[in-house]
């Protein structure tokens, strides 16, 4: 027997059902991708932080921050601002969840480096590299939740947009058809190559210069760190769609993600969570320090010590964390800020990375808004002291970031939220892809290792591009 739970929500009956035979959500994905603000958050590295994948469908609200314009559901709202209105949403529509699932109620959606650059009030003498809008919250009506470890798909259906039970029939069905093949998805494997042309938005010798007069800042005390961007502009011909499946395949990722916004695509193979609450419960992992995966096992575990053991790296690594811990010390009960990992090594395909692990707890009286208005955006991609790293970042860097370096991930009705750092992220616009690279700069950064480091970065997504 399917397991089932029904909940009466004001005027709506949830209905949460367990799908009797497993499909892997990516495979329900290339069928439910075609319906229109259907998003995928995708765990491809099933890990201890990639549990869970996340399809939300069937759309009821959906928030566009666009400059000063504030629309929902497109009709643009004088009245309030996109702040007012989502903290005013969550406080009034709050919705329990006793299913032991991530999310059955709530929102996906991404907030740009930029939103959390004006929210700072840091200006910008950029222009934008790309234009999209600077945050989009959807909320969803229904819900498919994999279970990675486990191997087990949930459907959830809030009975918003039509009848809870007429939703989860027809998604069974739908499933059961993609099970038998009798829907055809995009066909896996692509051999042949696409060609592609890269435009970076600085020369080396301009990049280098830049990291240069980064490390003056630092030598000047300004700041003690700071993170430096280079943007490339591609041209190919391949299909959002069809690089978001190559790069899950070849890149795994934790906190990755497939989001059509019509206009624009997103396609992310991020390995940075940067916050995630639970019970008011919070955690953020920061990264610092990456080397490439060596060609040999021999090779591979001296790029591992070598990283373990760099003295650069560790520094700059606990400068973050310093900062994630000020950070969530503004909104965290006093004494619950707690470092629980400083210096691990992640591997991924194409690099190693060093990462911490802060935990807190959130105070009383608090939601996720009060979380991202005192963390956003994350220390890790910004420098410390946060505000004058921004200030720095504006002036060197040769464009808007936009999307890199935000967060994508969910919220939702009962308080929780999980976002990314935007990294190994493209945005594809206009027939053209998008994606940043960069590193944290210190006092002792090298400036040819630093610029190689974007480039292998940028390694796994241009791959998947071609």
């Keep these: 027997m399917a397991e089932e739970w029904q909940k009466q929500t004001g005027s709506t009956k949830r209905i949460v059902k367990k799908l009797e035979e497993y499909l892997p959500a990516s495979e329900l994905f290339r069928y439910f991708q075609k319906e229109a603000d259907c998003v995928f958050l995708d765990s491809s590295l099933v890990n201890q932080l990639g549990r869970y994948s996340i399809i939300g469908r069937k759309p009821y609200q959906k928030l566009i921050r666009d400059g000063e314009r504030f629309t929902i559901n497109g009709v643009p709202q004088k009245e309030t601002t996109f702040e007012e209105y989502l903290r005013s949403y969550l406080n009034s529509h709050v919705d329990k969840n006793d299913t032991g699932l991530p999310v059955v109620s709530g929102a996906i959606g991404y907030f740009s480096y930029d939103y959390g650059r004006e929210r700072q009030q840091v200006t910008s003498a950029n222009q934008d590299i790309v234009s999209i809008p600077e945050a989009v919250l959807t909320f969803y009506d229904s819900f498919l939740v994999e279970d990675c470890q486990k191997k087990e798909i949930y459907l959830i259906a809030n009975g918003i947009t039509e009848s809870a039970e007429k939703l989860i029939k027809e998604t069974e069905e739908i499933c059961n058809r993609i099970r038998n093949k009798k829907i055809a998805g995009r066909e896996a494997g692509h051999p042949e190559k696409n060609e592609i042309a890269v435009f970076p938005n600085f020369e080396k010798e301009e990049y280098k210069q830049a990291v240069a007069d980064m490390i003056e800042y630092i030598i000047e005390g300004d700041i003690y760190i700071a993170n ?239």
């Design 228 to 466: 430096m961007t280079q943007q490339l502009t591609i041209e190919s011909q391949k299909a959002p769609l069809d690089v978001f499946y190559d790069l899950r395949e070849a890149n795994p990722s934790p906190f990755g993600g497939y989001l059509d916004y019509g206009e624009y695509q997103i396609v992310c193979a991020s390995p940075e969570r940067f916050l995630k609450m639970k019970d008011h419960k919070v955690n953020t992992r920061p990264i610092k320090g990456t080397r490439k995966r060596g060609e040999t096992p021999e090779e591979d575990q001296k790029m591992r010590e070598e990283l373990q053991n760099s003295g650069k790296d560790q520094s700059e690594l606990l400068m973050i964390v310093d900062l994630e811990r000020n950070d969530l010390n503004r909104v965290c009960k006093p004494g619950s800020v707690k470092v629980t990992e400083l210096f691990t090594v992640e591997e991924y395909a194409t690099v190693f990375h060093l990462v911490s692990d802060i935990e807190g707890e959130l105070q009383d009286g608090k939601n996720v808004c009060d979380l991202l208005e005192a963390t956003f955006p994350g220390g890790s991609i910004t420098g410390a002291p946060k505000y004058r790293a921004m200030e720095i970042i504006d002036e060197l860097e040769h464009g808007k970031r936009n999307l890199y370096t935000g967060s994508i991930g969910y919220l939702t009705l009962d308080g929780a939220c999980d976002f990314n750092i935007v990294i190994r992220t493209a945005v594809h616009k206009d027939g053209k892809y998008y994606l940043g690279a960069g590193g944290g700069i210190t006092a002792e950064s090298d400036l040819e290792f630093e610029y190689e480091e974007t480039l292998q970065k940028a390694k796994a997504l241009l791959e998947a591009l071609r």
